[in-house]
């Protein structure tokens, strides 16, 4: 973790390393990975048995409404099915009515809260929020990152569908937020793949990326548009209930039918073992021709599984055909081909794909693994380690200023690319007006104080003139690294202010700093405040005694030195009414220094005269 400290002398803020991990995260359908980079290399991490580096995105609840996270919960998918939560990233920042079509197909119970109108899932007499679910399966990945680098990890870069809507996105960051993350930035998966591949890295000609991603559950196409670095997703399609799983579900009833299984429907277990066998055939048909269980009863040969395959590839096609149409490109504008998704390990798809676009696709990194790895990268990126290459997004919120009435009057909307800039003119409300406040916000409500504040100036000097009759424009320039310059000039006068504002997203060690530092300082001036009172208090006690002194010596004095007593006392008090700390102690050590010797001769003089009085 990074260390900030504080210069209480300078007001100033050190950032110090150690340098910080940041993560980069794939959560799936059904497998989640995490990753980081070293050395411009990315790398996953394993579980802790160090075999895999794929967590099945699957949560157990034990009968003490333990969780258990990864391949321990997938194990107890066929004995504990009401207690198992699979494929938990379907319901992510949905509500009940999104999910009639959905709950036929999970085997948990799946209720709604009138409340919220968000789903929540059943399991024994809990609730559990899909955002607590994807929490507890981030956890699980922190944990592993944690183990790896033996230190805490708090940062995360988290991949999403192009496809996931705001509240999707949000229920995302959420769900890293109550994992203990500080979800950096939210990324699409297919951008995430490309950057795998190191395409956008650098500022080339544009290039039009096809993603082909094929997981267990579901199929997302998309096309890119990479120009200058900047991710533009041309078009986006897909079925959220097609992959690998229906070729599984297609091989068992390939052997139902085969092997004349029958009395099926009383034994779910037994299914459930069928399809888990089933699964292990595909997979091991991606690289041989043939397969045969380990007890001999069933068998699989990749011709029979090409076959079976052959819908599903049908259904993806006319997906990728309607996206291409969508995003207004001919097949023949298509620069490279990226597969993603475990499922495209399979070698007809990976074939089709080939002879469709008549490219070789991608697949040099692993399919399941591309995802996670460019997360790592863009967490790379954010952690400011690869100068050479450039922050690629859009901004996720709106930027703007405070307008009359506390209003928000946007300037740069939100999914604008990046880098951007935009300008608008605005006038002065009042007559004869030099200063204009600017007041930077980011965010979507109307008003401002709904919004977050990322920082304010003035823009000083203008010259008097009569209302609305100033011309002044404001300029935001964000810049690739989603850094946001505000520029505010008069026109007519070219008077101009600059300031550098830095948006980020959540709150971040260097701004709780900040925060800390600006109550340290305000403390500062609160002691300032208590000090003068103490100073003016402490003078006003001075000049009553001098009044007194001068009233009850007045025989002792000579004009001239009761004068400049006087012009002493005159100047404390004008130092009191300054409310000038500094300058009331000065004067009151020039009144002090100028009556010490005086009070002495008084002294002496009072005591000589009471001793005269006596008579000894
Ligand atoms: P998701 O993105 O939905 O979390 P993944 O990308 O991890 O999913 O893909 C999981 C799917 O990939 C499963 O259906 C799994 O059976 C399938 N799969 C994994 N390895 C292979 C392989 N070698 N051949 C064919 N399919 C595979
Ligand atoms: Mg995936």
């Known amino acids: 973790m990074a260390k900030i400290s504080i210069d209480l002398k300078k007001g100033s803020i050190h950032k110090e390393a150690p340098k910080e991990h940041i993560i980069g995260i794939d959560l799936g359908t059904t497998n989640s990975l995490v990753a980081y980079v070293e050395d411009n290399q990315a790398y996953t991490i394993a579980d802790s048995c160090g075999k895999s580096a794929l967590i099945p995105s699957v949560v157990y609840f034990d009968h003490n409404d333990e969780p258990h996270v990864g391949t321990e919960a997938k194990d107890k998918l066929i004995t504990q099915a009401s207690r198992t939560i699979y494929s938990v990233k379907r319901l992510l920042g949905k509500s009940y009515q999104d999910l009639n079509e959905v709950q036929s197909h999970l085997g948990y119970q799946i209720i709604d809260q009138d409340e919220d109108q968000l789903v929540k899932i059943r399991v024994g007499d809990k609730f559990y929020s899909p955002i607590e679910l994807s929490a507890l399966i981030l956890k699980k990945l922190k944990e592993m990152a944690e183990r790896h680098f033996a230190t805490s990890v708090s940062k995360a870069v988290i991949t999403i569908p192009a496809y996931f809507n705001d509240s999707q996105r949000q229920a995302t960051r959420d769900a890293g937020k109550l994992a203990g993350l500080d979800v950096l930035r939210i990324v699409n998966e297919p951008t995430a793949a490309s950057l795998a591949y190191g395409i956008g890295t650098s500022r080339e000609d544009a290039e039009v990326i096809v993603v082909y991603d094929l997981g267990g559950g579901t199929f997302d196409i998309s096309i890119l548009k990479i120009e200058d670095g900047i991710f533009e997703v041309l078009a986006t399609n897909g079925d959220t209930f097609l992959g690998g799983d229906d070729i599984d579900r297609a091989i068992l009833e390939h052997w139902i039918k085969k092997y004349h299984i029958t009395n099926l429907n009383d034994n779910k277990s037994m299914v459930q073992r069928i399809r888990l066998l089933a699964e292990t055939a595909k997979k091991s048909l991606s690289i041989h021709q043939y397969f045969e269980s380990d007890d001999g009863q069933f068998q699989l040969t990749r011709t029979e599984l090409n ?8 259904k993806t096609l006319s997906l990728t055909k309607a996206c291409l149409e969508d995003s207004g490109l001919q097949l023949d504008d298509i620069d490279q081909v990226i597969l993603v998704g475990g499922s495209t390990r399979t070698p007809y798809i990976k074939e089709r794909v080939a002879e469709f676009f008549q490219l070789t696709p991608n697949d040099t990194l692993d399919p399941d693994q591309v995802v996670a790895l460019g997360a790592a990268i863009q967490a790379d990126i954010l952690a400011g380690n690869r100068k050479d290459m450039l922050l690629l997004d859009v901004t996720p919120l709106s930027l703007g200023i405070e307008t009359i009435g506390g209003l928000m009057d946007t300037i740069i909307p939100r999914n604008t690319k990046i880098p951007a800039r935009a ?26 104080s709904d919004n977050r504040k990322l920082g304010s100036f003035v823009l000083s000097g203008i010259p008097p003139m009569a209302t609305g009759l100033p011309k002044i424009e404001i300029q935001f320039i964000l810049d690739a690294d989603g850094i946001l310059r505000v520029k505010a000039m008069e026109l007519r006068s070219g008077i101009e202010t600059e300031v550098e504002i830095k948006s980020q997203y959540g709150i971040t060690e260097e ?18 405040t208590r000090a003068l009172i103490e100073a003016q208090t402490e003078a006003k006690n001075i ?12 025989s002792i004095f000579d004009t001239e030195t009761q004068e400049q007593l006087r012009t002493h006392m005159k100047a404390l008090e004008v130092a009191i009414a300054s409310a000038d700390k500094d300058l009331i102690n000065t004067k009151m050590e020039h009144l002090n220094a100028f009556s010490a010797p005086l009070a002495q001769i008084a002294m002496d003089y009072n005591i000589a005269k009471a001793l005269k009085g006596k008579s000894i």
């Open 307 to 314: 076959q079976l395959i052959a819908p599903l590839w049908q």
């Open 423 to 448: 300008g608008r003119q605005y006038t002065t409300s009042v007559d004869g007006q030099t200063n204009l406040k600017v007041s930077v916000y980011q965010g979507e409500r109307d008003l401002v």
């Open 543 to 554: 000049l009553v005694h001098s009044e007194k002194f001068l009233l009850q010596n007045a």
């Open 511 to 528: 701004e709780m700093a900040h925060m800390l530092l600006s109550s340290i300082q305000n403390a500062q001036s609160d002691m300032d």
